[in-house]
């Protein structure tokens, strides 16, 4: 396995912690102008670094609505901003699986169209599109929903193991993992407490990854460890916590 941070939409994040991962998520913020980001100074941090890139595609954007004028302007935008991951040489993007209203199913086959057409724009850029479970959020897809959907358009998925606990507990991680983990591409990990606390260290909240292990162990994917801190020891002590659980030849 590949491990790396997210680390929101700031390259100075990037620089003061990176070292020692394989790769880097940058958020690309809703409205955010591509070229008004420092292509030079993000390679010059990435190259120094020995590190990938790959981008979180904007967090509020819905994948589809009803109206299919807005579904193209959706389309035509995402596609831009794929082309600039492709530019960067941005390994995958992340897609937050949401809809204006996630629980119409008359909006699913809709979906799965704009996905599969995501998807494309994303493979004319060599960039492998990966769609993120989000569904303890207003707009997002429940976590069986998603799984279908990806599986029916086969595209990879970005499994957040937090999100999956907030919408549904421990539970929701296994049941979805058992279902669709070998749509797995791309893991988010970090913590969370049923109170509402999430995105913090593994081992600070109630996430049991002895799930993740019996399911994903030997997993040969990226993880991007999603912890919102630039504290280096809490950083890599969850990363060395996400290699426990992850690589390991056999979860028996």
């Not at 100074?41 to 004028?69: I, M, N, W, Y």
């Not at 596609?79 to 941005?90: F, M």
């Not at 850029?125 to 990966?130: A, F, G, I, K, S």
């Not at 993880?223 to 056999?250: H, K, P, Q, S, Y």
Request: proline letters at 2%; glycine letters at 8%; a negative charge.
């Amino acid at each position: 396995m590949e491990l790396g941070l997210t680390v929101g939409d700031s390259i100075d994040r990037t620089e003061r912690t990176i070292d020692g991962f394989d790769f880097a998520e940058l958020s690309v913020g809703e409205g955010t102008d591509t070229d008004a980001i420092d292509r030079e100074r993000l390679e010059t941090v990435l190259d120094d670094a020995g590190a990938d890139l790959c981008v979180h595609l904007p967090f509020k954007q819905v994948v589809a609505t009803s109206v299919p004028e807005i579904n193209d302007a959706i389309l035509s935008y995402l596609t831009r901003l794929l082309e600039w991951a492709g530019s960067v040489d941005a390994r995958k993007a992340v897609l937050h699986g949401t809809a204006r209203n996630p629980h119409d199913t008359d909006l699913r086959p809709i979906f799965a169209d704009q996905l599969e057409a995501i998807d494309a724009a994303a493979e004319t850029e060599d960039v492998e599109l990966v769609v993120e479970n989000v569904g303890h959020q207003k707009r997002g897809l429940p976590l069986s929903v998603l799984g279908d959907l990806a599986a029916e358009t086969d595209t990879a998925v970005c499994f957040d193991v937090g999100h999956a606990y907030m919408e549904d507990g421990n539970d929701g991680v296994d049941r979805f993992l058992s279902g669709y983990g070998d749509l797995v591409s791309h893991l988010h990990v970090h913590d969370a407490r049923s109170r509402g606390d999430t995105h913090i260290p593994i081992g600070a909240g109630e996430i049991d990854y002895d799930i993740v292990t019996d399911h994903l162990a030997g997993f040969d994917g990226t993880v991007a460890i999603e912890v919102f801190t630039d504290d280096l020891e809490l950083l890599c002590d969850t990363g060395e916590r996400a290699r426990a659980a992850l690589e390991t030849e056999d979860s028996s």
